[in-house]
Structures are given as structure tokens and as C-alpha cells.
């Protein structure tokens, strides 16, 4: 794991270079004291907001639409319709506060839950809200099926591509870009509102979490990326974090996404596995390969940190396994499509 120094994390914001990979392992192993500082601070647009008196955040993020935000850094989102409310994801963290928010705007009954995707942070409290309609993408049907989790009830209404949800005045527009963080995970438009939601693919002001929050695919990450950034919205809820986001935190998590990816691509086309290989016990393949994602993580680490140290949070930590898992997609995905 990567180790920074205090020296180092001062100057961070002024473009030092930090040192890192597998040479450079802590000598021992953190305590509670120092586990605060072996991580760069956190920049000014990735601090957390406070919370709200009851416990939890209530943001107006368009005419009739609310943002509801919880710790650990939980989102859902939420459309009053003149028909009954619309509600955007049911994560286990907002069991409370997401019931308690919509009661404290509107006396209307919750008519319609959509599911942004199957993973169980972010729709697992569904049943709070009874017997409503629930509109999800064909592939999060399948998936939820497969689990057999009471906690996730199936999707009433599927789709594919487009969906097109009218709810009394509101209308929002439900589409898919692709495999992406998850098989299923869609973008959800609400044109008059200027709000936009898609979950685990943007974290406005911070780098990406480990193994691109376990993508299903990496490709399909940078190209969701470029469908979020075409949208004309005036604020993003993506899904956690303890703020929401701008058209501007995609564009900066878009060029910070396409920076890993092409820096590590560079960085792979003058590092040959067979220099690794020949390094270890003949035929430990899993032992060439490790040392030869670790030498592209150390060249790649010291160029991404020179930039992005102080303009996305906790870009140190999980940034290593990050271009290791993008080595792994150029030998498995082989995309050609990708360059910014
Ligand atoms: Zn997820």
C-alpha cells in the first residue's frame, strides 16, 4: 500500500511528487494516530456538508424534486408529481430519514420507486414503501432474481434501452448507456427539473473507490462519462458522498477517469510483461503478472498525483488498485474506442 509522507502531503496541493508502490511499504503497520495523516487531506470540494437537525439532509434540487442525504454519505432522490410521489432509489442508511423527508414536503403517497440499480447499498429498504410501482432495467430484474433477497423485491415495469416514466405533470426520461459500475445501473433525466441521477459512476469532487467501485466495466465507466456530460441539468445525485454535484464535477470526474486510462495506457505500451516474468520461479505466471501490474502502477501514481492531488478527494487512496484494474481491462476488454 502506498505510503505518504507528512513532508510530502504539506506540499501535495503545490504539485509535489509523491513516492509510492511496492518498494515503499509501510514499515509498520499504521496506528490509530497516524492512520489521520498517512492520507493526503481532503480538498475543500470533497469535505463533507453538515447534516440537517434531524439527522440528515434535505436539498430542493429542482421545482418539485429533493435530494436526501444521510451517513456514511448515502443519496436517494425524490419527485413530488401532482399524482403521487416518485421516489429514486431506497438505501438501507435513509430507512428513516427518506420516509421523514418526503412527509416533511408533501402529504402525497409514494406511487412509484425507481431502482437505479440492483446493488443491495442502494435499494435494499424498498419495502418501506409498500406495494408501489417499481421501474427498473431488464438486467437489474435479472440480477435481483438471481439473489432471491426478500429485501429487493422484483421490478414491476422493465425495460431496455429508453423509458419514458409519466407520473401526473412529471416526466422523466430512464436510459441505459451500457454496462457500466453495474450490469443495469441507468441514468435517470428529469428534463423540467434540470436533475439528473445515476448512481456509483460519478462521486462529484472525488476519484473513483476501489476497483472503480467494482465495476462491471471499465470501458463502460468512461463511455457512461461521456453520456452523463451531454446532459443539460443543472445538479447530479450521484448516489453518495455527503454533497451533490454540477455539470462541472462530471466534466472534472470525466477527465480525471480518461487521465487514469490514457496515462495508463502510455505507461503499458514501454512496460513488457516478459521483463517480469523472467524475474520469478519459472511458470509462476500469477507472480510475473503482479510485479508487472505493480511497475505500471509505479509509473502511473507519481503523474496522476502531480495533477489531481488537490482537485478530487482521496485521490491517493485507492488510485493504485485503480490503474492495476484498467491493466486488467486493456488485456480483457480491449477497447479501441477510448481516448479523450
Ligand atoms: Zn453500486
Do not use: C
Request: aromatic fraction near 8%; charge should be neutral; charged fraction near 20%.
Amino acid at each position: 500500500m502506498l505510503k505518504v509522507g507528512t513532508a510530502a502531503l504539506a506540499a501535495g496541493a503545490a504539485g509535489a511528487v509523491l513516492t509510492g508502490g511496492a518498494g515503499q511499504a509501510a514499515s509498520a503497520a499504521p496506528g490509530p494516530k497516524s492512520a489521520r495523516t498517512r492520507f493526503a487531506p481532503l480538498p475543500r470540494q470533497a469535505k463533507p456538508l453538515p447534516m440537517g437537525p434531524d439527522g440528515y439532509r434535505l436539498d430542493r434540487i429542482g421545482p418539485e424534486t429533493y435530494a436526501v442525504t444521510a451517513t456514511p454519505g448515502v443519496q436517494a432522490a425524490f419527485v413530488v408529481s401532482s399524482a403521487g410521489v416518485i421516489v429514486m432509489d431506497a438505501p438501507p442508511p435513509l430507512a428513516t430519514a427518506l420516509p421523514a423527508a418526503i412527509k416533511k414536503v408533501t402529504e402525497k403517497r409514494v406511487t412509484h420507486l425507481i431502482y437505479t440499480h440492483q446493488h443491495a447499498d442502494h435499494i435494499a429498504n424498498a419495502r418501506v414503501f409498500g406495494d408501489v410501482v417499481r421501474i427498473a432495467h431488464a438486467e437489474t430484474a435479472r440480477l435481483i432474481h438471481n439473489e432471491q433477497d426478500p429485501a429487493r423485491p422484483m421490478p414491476t415495469v422493465t425495460f431496455k434501452d429508453q423509458y419514458t416514466l409519466t407520473v401526473g405533470d412529471q416526466r422523466l426520461e430512464l436510459s441505459y448507456p451500457g454496462v457500466n459500475h453495474d450490469a443495469g445501473n441507468i441514468i435517470i433525466h428529469a428534463p423540467r427539473q434540470r436533475v439528473a441521477m445515476m448512481v456509483d459512476v460519478v462521486i462529484p469532487g472525488w476519484a473513483p473507490f476501489r476497483a472503480w467501485g467494482t465495476a462491471d466495466s471499465v470501458p463502460g465507466v468512461l463511455r457512461t462519462h461521456d453520456v452523463l456530460a451531454g446532459l443539460d441539468i443543472d445538479t447530479f445525485v450521484g448516489g453518495h458522498i455527503h454533497r451533490l454535484g454540477t455539470p462541472e464535477d462530471i466534466k472534472v470526474s470525466r477527465e480525471f477517469v480518461y487521465d487514469l486510462w490514457n496515462y495508463t495506457t502510455n505507461v503499458m505500451a514501454t512496460t513488457h510483461m516478459e521483463t517480469y516474468l523472467a524475474q520469478v520461479e519459472e511458470g509462476n505466471l500469477w507472480a510475473g503478472f503482479r510485479l508487472w501490474f505493480e511497475a505500471i502502477a509505479d509509473k502511473v501514481e507519481p503523474m496522476i498525483y502531480r495533477k489531481w492531488l488537490h482537485r478530487l478527494g482521496a485521490v491517493d487512496v485507492f488510485t493504485r488498485e485503480n490503474i492495476q484494474t484498467i491493466a486488467l481491462s486493456h488485456a480483457i476488454d480491449a477497447p479501441h474506442d477510448l481516448s479523450f
